[in-house]
């Protein structure tokens, strides 16, 4: 699994709308309003990196209101969830 993380500057009116067409997408798993230099961090999670052209510059930033991104590409994944997954014996607590 290939996970961007895209930080994504709106038209100042148009934060809602924007993050809400931006979750329809195929790949995107979820949209996050955010304070700082963009409004809105979108996860995109796809399985095979050439993917991203799909959602990315084909989709995201066609929908009306994106005025700029900036794509992050994870090379790895760390999480409390996914290592409690990991050391589960699936024995009762």
Excluded: C, W
């Amino acid at each position: 699994m290939i996970t961007a993380i895209v930080l994504v500057q709106t038209e100042v009116d148009k934060i809602n709308e924007v993050a809400e067409a931006i979750v329809k997408l195929d790949g995107v798993s979820e949209v996050y309003s955010i304070t700082g230099d963009h409004d809105l961090l979108v996860m995109v999670r796809v399985r095979h990196h050439d993917h991203l052209a799909d959602v990315i510059p084909a989709r995201l930033n066609k929908i009306p209101g994106v005025v700029h991104t900036d794509t992050h590409i994870a090379f790895r994944t760390y999480s409390r969830h996914d290592l409690e997954a990991v050391f589960s014996l699936g024995l009762p607590e």
